[in-house]
């Protein structure tokens, strides 16, 4: 897997309409590290301590024949999303992220799955809520990933990993506990990541729902960091 750039404005985005993945989630959430993770490849997405470091829309390509199970077909991209619910950001920081955010998401007709991030110590934020309603109204596949789950005992993960499964994970392809420390889920997210992005470009994917269904509609993207927190 390559870094091959970052994009401030959608005019930046690649325009190779190879499959993308897209990583959200809320900011600190782990979205770089878990991305990192599927790599095997530390320090390829920067990680911080610092909430909202990642303010770019970042490209990582990742070669058919080194993906694991990929069997040398097809590349694809893993897209690396500003984080949401960074209250300290200021005003004008906040409506970049929105523009960017809600063009890749609104626009993006390659994006074959959303790879939402979650984290599995907290029940979900205003922000995962509006998110959760977002891909569900657009009928974006995704998949949760509770991470890290490194901090927790067994028994409340399996009991957080239920209460997913019956809320914004309910209309999910699959809930995932990772931990992005261990590598743990690690395996089942490439298996769910192969499997959306190896089949057919007509199988469901945004590009063939937005033909069906017309322009996009209602709720707008509108997670605003500072009024969704
Ligand atoms: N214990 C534990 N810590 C983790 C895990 N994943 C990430 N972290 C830590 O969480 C912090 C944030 O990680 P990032 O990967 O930068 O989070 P992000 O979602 O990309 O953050 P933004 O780019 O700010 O939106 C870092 O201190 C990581 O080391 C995990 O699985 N377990
Ligand atoms: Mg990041």
């Known amino acids: 897997m390559t870094f091959t750039g970052s994009a401030s404005t959608s005019a930046q ?12 989630g809320r900011s600190n959430v782990g979205k770089s590290s878990l991305l990192n993770a599927l790599a095997g490849v530390k ?15 970042n490209f990582f390509r990742v070669h058919g024949a080194s993906r694991p199970g990929g069997g040398g077909r097809g590349d694809l991209y893993l897209v690396d999303l500003p984080g949401y619910g960074f209250a300290k950001a200021p005003k004008a920081v906040r409506e970049s992220w929105e523009r960017l955010v809600g063009s890749y998401l609104e ?4 994006l074959r799955l ?46 957080r990993e239920r209460q997913l499964e019956e809320g914004i994970g309910k209309s999910a392809q699959a809930v995932v506990p990772v931990s992005a420390a261990r590598g743990t889920g690690v395996p089942e997210l490439w298996s769910i990541i192969r499997g ?7 199988e469901g994917n945004c590009w063939t729902r937005k033909l069906r269904r017309g322009p996009s509609r209602r709720p707008r993207w509108s997670l605003s960091p500072a009024s969704r927190r």
């Open 196 to 202: 959306a992005t190896l089949a057919p470009a007509d």
């Open 107 to 110: 626009d993006r007709d390659v």
């Open 43 to 57: 320090g390829l997405a920067r990680v911080s301590s610092e909430p909202g470091r990642t303010r770019l829309v």
């Open 114 to 159: 959303c790879v939402f991030i979650v984290d599995a110590r907290h029940d979900p934020s205003a922000g995962d809520e509006m998110l959760h309603e977002w891909l569900f109204h657009h009928e974006t596949p995704y998949v949760v990933a509770a991470n890290k789950v490194d901090k927790l005992g067994h028994g409340e993960a399996r009991r």
């Open 13 to 24: 985005f690649p325009r190779d309409l190879l499959p993308e993945v897209a990583f959200l």
